[in-house]
């Protein structure tokens, strides 16, 4: 880590209290933590605080007890304590990238464009907050009149992932506050340190106590059990795998809990033969190299069309080559590691089943260890040709840098292709017909559609899928709907 950032330790200056419970920092109640590791170096870099059943509690009455006052407040005070974050949050984007790249491993570069990320749904859902508009609806009765309210949910439970460990906080928290919730938090065990400072952001931009509450623990299931059970706990928003996800939705339903998932996904990627190929694997390695393939959206199923297939490949195989990895911090990084040993055996399984099948290994496929590098997770960026349906990776999301590349010939066939899967987050397409786009975009049973666009996602748009990647949306307009009521009230005069 360079030497004129704020260190991880000084920025989150916690100590080991990592629970922020009530507007309070405290540790938890038997002083345990755990570790916390980079997992390019394998360097431990703090420890968080390991809170189990009785702070979850504690943390479920706060925001019970934080509600009524906070949901009465004006949207307009509350647009004031958001925007108040977002401006910390962009005063403090260097220590808090820094933070980012030393925790979960991703470039500065791209930790840099994360807490922007994260920024972003602060100050959107700041101005959402005053647009909660209900509804006049004509009654079928002349003495009567019909109104629709919307109010909000109640206290939420938010767990997020350790992947984009900033934005996925202020993608729950932001909508959530700005419609009168309040809510408990619990962040993934491999980045409570990125949560830790978020939640510093949300204190010092006076968010009021209990409105916004942190649980940090590396024991998910005594936590997420408290949380499930409570029957205080209106709403559940989950971002993570489909398994856990599936089994959560399952239990939030014993309270009528309302739900929203944003789950795993196997983004199918299209590139046509009137597209211009140089262009669509320059966009293509650049987004299936993004956090190092580490994310919901990454590309796992990418067809080609016949006619270009080779050259496209060349160009992939070369940008791919041509990748520097390395410890996010240092710079010309273009890739760094992945976040633990499981991923790792991951993608090196799913590469030795392709390649037994008949996939022509074109570069990569190996764990890197030189220079340093076997201290922590590195895999080298990979490209696969002739990959089928026969094998794994067809399949079962990668969440590594590993592009597989399929051919094919027609437009039918391919929609077919792209849309015989479970999941159904995000997809791609690249064309230079303007018909072609229209028909495939349209075709698509997917939550998200690029076209000629590798990065279809923003603070004001709606991002989520259907299927096996879940339900409801986050960001846009929609975003603050999945954290409200709507109350009809009908008027007999
Ligand atoms: P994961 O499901 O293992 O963990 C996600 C979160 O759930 C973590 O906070 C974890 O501690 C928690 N958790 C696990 N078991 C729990 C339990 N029994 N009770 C309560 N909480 C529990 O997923 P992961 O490996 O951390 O993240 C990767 C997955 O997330 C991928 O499948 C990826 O596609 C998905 N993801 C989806 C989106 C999206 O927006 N759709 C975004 C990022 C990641």
């Known amino acids: 880590?360079?030497?004129?950032?704020?260190?991880?330790?000084?920025?989150?200056?916690?100590?080991?209290?990592?629970?922020?419970?009530d507007?309070?920092?405290?540790?938890?109640?038997?002083?345990?933590t755990f570790d916390v590791t980079d997992p390019a170096t394998g360097t431990i870099i703090g420890q968080a605080s390991d809170a189990g059943g009785a702070e979850t509690d504690r943390a479920i009455a706060a925001a019970s007890d934080a509600w009524p006052a906070w949901a009465r407040e004006t949207a307009y005070r509350r647009a004031e304590v958001l925007r108040a974050a977002h401006d910390l949050m962009v005063e403090r984007a260097e220590d808090l990238a820094h933070l980012m790249t030393s925790e979960q491993g991703k470039p500065l570069r791209a930790a840099r464009n994360e807490?922007?990320?994260?920024?972003?749904?602060?100050?959107?859902?700041?101005?959402?907050?005053?647009?909660?508009?209900?509804?006049?609806?004509?009654?079928?009765?002349s003495s009567h009149r019909f109104t629709v309210l919307k109010q909000p949910v109640g206290v939420v439970a938010g767990i997020t992932p350790w992947n984009y460990p900033m934005s996925m906080i202020t993608r729950k928290v932001a909508p959530a506050v700005a419609a009168g919730c309040t809510i408990v938090l619990k962040p993934a065990e491999q980045t409570p340190l990125c949560a830790a400072a978020v939640f510093k952001v949300f204190e010092d931009a006076g968010f009021p106590?209990?409105?916004?509450?942190?649980?940090?623990?590396?024991?998910?299931?005594?936590?997420?059990?408290?949380?499930?059970?409570d029957a205080r706990v209106r709403k559940l928003t989950f971002t993570g795998s489909t398994e856990v996800g599936t089994v959560l939705a399952g239990r939030a339903a014993a309270t009528m809990k309302r739900v929203s998932l944003e789950l795993g996904?196997?983004?199918?990627?299209?590139v046509f033969d009137d597209a211009d190929p140089e262009h669509a694997a320059k966009g293509v390695s650049l987004v299936k190299f993004l956090n190092a393939g580490q994310a919901?959206?990454?590309?796992?199923?990418?067809?080609?069309?016949?006619?270009?297939?080779?050259?496209?490949?060349?160009?992939?195989?070369?940008?791919?080559?041509?990748?520097?990895?390395?410890?996010?911090?240092?710079?010309?990084?273009?890739?760094?590691?992945?976040?633990?040993?499981?991923?790792?055996?991951?993608?090196?399984r799913q590469i030795d089943d392709a390649v037994g099948r008949g996939a022509r290994l074109l570069v990569g496929g190996r764990r890197l260890t030189?220079?340093?590098?076997?201290?922590?997770?590195?895999?080298?960026?990979?490209?696969?040709?002739?990959?089928?349906?026969?094998?794994v990776i067809y399949r079962e999301e990668t969440f590594g840098p590993l592009a597989a590349v399929i051919a094919f010939d027609t437009?039918?066939?391919?929609?077919?292709?792209?849309?015989?899967?479970?999941?159904?987050?995000?997809?791609?397409?690249?064309?230079?017909?303007?018909?072609?786009?229209?028909?495939?975009?349209?075709?698509?049973?997917?939550?998200?559609v690029g076209v000629n666009d590798i990065n279809p996602t923003g603070a004001q748009a709606p991002f989520g899928g259907r299927g096996s990647s879940g339900l409801g949306r986050e960001g846009g307009a929609e975003g603050i709907d999945e954290y409200l009521d709507v109350k009809l009230v009908g008027l007999a005069l």
């Open 1 to 21: 880590m360079s030497t004129d950032v704020t260190t991880p330790g000084e920025l989150t200056s916690f100590g080991v209290a990592t629970l922020f419970i």
């Open 23 to 32: 507007g309070k920092w405290e540790a938890a109640d038997t002083g345990a």
């Open 115 to 141: 807490v922007r990320y994260a920024a972003d749904f602060l100050a959107w859902f700041a101005e959402e907050a005053k647009r909660v508009y209900g509804q006049t609806i004509p009654s079928n009765r």
């Open 209 to 229: 106590p209990g409105v916004a509450n942190l649980v940090t623990t590396q024991r998910p299931e005594q936590v997420g059990d408290r949380l499930l059970d």
């Open 265 to 270: 996904g196997h983004a199918p990627m299209i």
């Open 296 to 348: 919901c959206i990454s590309p796992n199923r990418i067809y080609v069309q016949r006619g270009i297939v080779e050259r496209f490949l060349e160009v992939l195989t070369d940008r791919t080559a041509a990748l520097e990895a390395g410890p996010g911090h240092q710079a010309n990084v273009g890739i760094g590691p992945l976040i633990d040993q499981a991923s790792l055996e991951k993608v090196q």
């Open 370 to 391: 030189d220079n340093g590098l076997d201290r922590g997770y590195f895999f080298a960026p990979t490209v696969l040709a002739d990959v089928d349906e026969s094998m």
């Open 411 to 448: 437009e039918d066939e391919v929609i077919a292709k792209a849309n015989d899967t479970q999941y159904g987050l995000a997809s791609y397409v690249y064309t230079r017909d303007l018909g072609r786009a229209v028909r495939v975009s349209e075709a698509l049973r997917f939550g998200i």
